[in-house]
């Protein structure tokens, strides 16, 4: 064998939503550096970069309700310091600060040299694969989001005008199956309140049927929603068929110029029954369905990984046609509370005025955290992965439980470090749970979990 990468054997660590404000290089608790050591000894480590990477004057807010997520170009060595070297960009936060923010953010991830995909200055660009180069192969990264705003989709290039920066979308529609009763108010309601009229003009205007169904159809759009009439109650999900192929088709072009490919989807879409009956988010056990029937697809198309992100915990592992598929691998960095500055939009949210800093902000928001995140402990207990491939075929998988540090004042938490004791057992005793539906069994060996393959 002339070539190293021909044995078919590889270790990739794969971590999840990193809101990177603060260095990393000070600290040197043994848990922390034995992180560290993990991550490194890895051939490849991914991370979704959630956040825009761009100086104070670089971009304008953008419209969310959620944080301005800023990390200073300077913490991307840091980043590498810690061992990541390749990072999806598709994620709701990726439009922080506009398609100016988006550039910015791509021009500091090519100076510091991390292997990045997901947005680009049109939509091919957001599209396409990017690679890493290794001592044991070539990866291949191709990374889209669910969760997004209309206007944060990259642009399709035309012969006479430019695209627009943006993010690789995963669109997908929801729709509520309801029984005959409930339908027939529905459309009493629609019909009382001027929607029915409302969306007859519309469809005499530029909409289109498909749009907004006919009157006379088994579905009706009331307030933004679809619903079917059925026997009873469920709710579906489905992908959009545009991005659905487009993306299929990018990864079936990875899968030719590369060793390994790792697939990355951020989606805050949840599915299945603990939706009807969960109280708050870090309930929720299972992702939307569109999301497991694309992950099943980008392995059908040639993935070696499927990564998901954008929950903030833990959620299952599947293993299908032998390879690896990660609903969430939950928050990995996540110092969102130590942003620099926000804009005057934050503020006005919770009434503060012009003088308010950005702690009055995170503490009105979270009722001086007695909700949100820093309420709720499954946020901050966590984990990363490292599978290990041999001979081309996945062999183990481990999974190493983090202590992002809940309780802990605003300056200290987020951080990971490698967690043991209870924190360690309840974050592999989550895992093993949420995976076995799925038919995975996970051993907990010594305060790290394992999958044998």
Same mark, same amino acid.
């Not at 670089?58 to 060595?77: A, N, R, S, Y």
């Not at 509520?176 to 001027?194: M, N, T």
């Not at 960095?333 to 308010?356: C, I, M, S």
């Given at each position: 064998m002339p070539y190293e990468a021909e044995k078919g054997n590889f270790a990739l660590a794969l971590a999840g939503d990193t809101m990177l404000t603060r260095r990393l290089t000070p600290f040197r608790e043994e848990k922390f550096l034995r992180l560290r050591e993990i991550l490194r000894g890895a051939d490849a480590a991914f991370a979704n970069l959630e956040g825009t990477v761009h100086t104070w004057d670089e971009g304008t807010p953008g419209i969310t309700q959620g944080t301005f997520m800023t990390t200073d170009p300077k913490l991307l060595e840091d980043l590498k310091w810690l061992g990541i070297n390749m990072v999806s960009c598709a994620n709701n936060h990726a439009f922080d600060y506009g398609e100016d923010g988006v550039l910015a953010n791509l021009r500091h &991830?090519?100076?510091a040299g991390l292997a990045h995909a997901g947005t680009g200055?049109? &939509?091919?660009?957001a599209r396409a694969p990017n690679y890493l180069d290794t001592p044991n192969g070539r990866v291949g990264l191709i990374a889209a989001t669910a969760t997004f705003r209309p206007w944060n989709q990259a642009g399709e290039q035309r012969p006479d005008l430019r695209g627009r920066p943006g993010i690789?979308? &995963?669109? /997908?529609?929801?729709r509520y199956r309801v029984d005959a009763a409930a339908f027939e108010q529905l459309k009493r309601i629609s019909r009382?309140?001027? /929607?029915?009229k409302s969306d007859e003009r519309a469809r005499k205007h530029f909409y289109s049927d498909k749009?907004?169904?006919?009157?006379?159809?088994?579905?009706l759009s009331l307030l933004g929603n679809r619903y079917l009439l059925s026997d009873g109650f469920s709710i579906e999900t489905q992908a959009n068929e545009r991005d659905l192929q487009d993306n299929l088709r990018w990864i079936r072009e990875a899968r030719r110029q590369s060793d390994w490919l790792v697939v990355s989807v951020h989606c805050h879409e949840f599915g299945g029954a603990s939706l009807l009956t969960a109280s708050s988010r870090a309930e929720l056990e299972e992702t939307a369905d569109f999301v497991t029937k694309f992950a099943h697809q980008t392995i059908d198309e040639g993935a070696d990984v499927f990564v998901g992100h954008g929950s903030h915990f833990p959620m299952g592992i599947e293993i299908y046609q032998g390879k690896p598929i990660f609903y969430s691998v939950g928050n990995f960095v996540f110092q969102n509370e130590t942003v620099g500055f926000f804009p005057a939009d934050a503020y006005e949210r919770f009434d503060l005025d012009l003088k308010a800093t950005p702690s009055?902000? &995170?503490?009105a928001r979270t009722a001086g955290g007695k909700k949100g995140h820093p309420s709720d402990p499954a946020y901050w207990e966590n984990m990363f992965a490292v599978c290990k491939f041999e001979a081309k075929k996945l062999l183990e998988i481990k999974i190493f439980p983090i202590d992002q540090g809940f309780g802990k004042p605003r300056p200290q938490r987020g951080r990971p470090v490698l967690a043991d004791g209870e924190v360690a057992n309840r974050v592999i005793e989550r895992v093993t749970r949420l995976s076995r539906r799925y038919g995975t069994k996970v051993v907990n060996r010594e305060g790290v979990g394992v999958i044998e393959v």
């Amino acid at each position: 064998m002339p070539y190293e990468a021909e044995k078919g054997n590889f270790a990739l660590a794969l971590a999840g939503d990193t809101m990177l404000t603060r260095r990393l290089t000070p600290f040197r608790e043994e848990k922390f550096l034995r992180l560290r050591e993990i991550l490194r000894g890895a051939d490849a480590a991914f991370a979704n970069l959630e956040g825009t990477v761009h100086t104070w004057d670089e971009g304008t807010p953008g419209i969310t309700q959620g944080t301005f997520m800023t990390t200073d170009p300077k913490l991307l060595e840091d980043l590498k310091w810690l061992g990541i070297n390749m990072v999806s960009c598709a994620n709701n936060h990726a439009f922080d600060y506009g398609e100016d923010g988006v550039l910015a953010n791509l021009r500091h &991830l090519d100076a510091a040299g991390l292997a990045h995909a997901g947005t680009g200055k049109n &939509l091919a660009a957001a599209r396409a694969p990017n690679y890493l180069d290794t001592p044991n192969g070539r990866v291949g990264l191709i990374a889209a989001t669910a969760t997004f705003r209309p206007w944060n989709q990259a642009g399709e290039q035309r012969p006479d005008l430019r695209g627009r920066p943006g993010i690789s979308p &995963l669109g /997908f529609q929801t729709r509520y199956r309801v029984d005959a009763a409930a339908f027939e108010q529905l459309k009493r309601i629609s019909r009382e309140l001027g /929607f029915a009229k409302s969306d007859e003009r519309a469809r005499k205007h530029f909409y289109s049927d498909k749009e907004i169904p006919d009157a006379k159809s088994a579905e009706l759009s009331l307030l933004g929603n679809r619903y079917l009439l059925s026997d009873g109650f469920s709710i579906e999900t489905q992908a959009n068929e545009r991005d659905l192929q487009d993306n299929l088709r990018w990864i079936r072009e990875a899968r030719r110029q590369s060793d390994w490919l790792v697939v990355s989807v951020h989606c805050h879409e949840f599915g299945g029954a603990s939706l009807l009956t969960a109280s708050s988010r870090a309930e929720l056990e299972e992702t939307a369905d569109f999301v497991t029937k694309f992950a099943h697809q980008t392995i059908d198309e040639g993935a070696d990984v499927f990564v998901g992100h954008g929950s903030h915990f833990p959620m299952g592992i599947e293993i299908y046609q032998g390879k690896p598929i990660f609903y969430s691998v939950g928050n990995f960095v996540f110092q969102n509370e130590t942003v620099g500055f926000f804009p005057a939009d934050a503020y006005e949210r919770f009434d503060l005025d012009l003088k308010a800093t950005p702690s009055d902000f &995170l503490d009105a928001r979270t009722a001086g955290g007695k909700k949100g995140h820093p309420s709720d402990p499954a946020y901050w207990e966590n984990m990363f992965a490292v599978c290990k491939f041999e001979a081309k075929k996945l062999l183990e998988i481990k999974i190493f439980p983090i202590d992002q540090g809940f309780g802990k004042p605003r300056p200290q938490r987020g951080r990971p470090v490698l967690a043991d004791g209870e924190v360690a057992n309840r974050v592999i005793e989550r895992v093993t749970r949420l995976s076995r539906r799925y038919g995975t069994k996970v051993v907990n060996r010594e305060g790290v979990g394992v999958i044998e393959v």
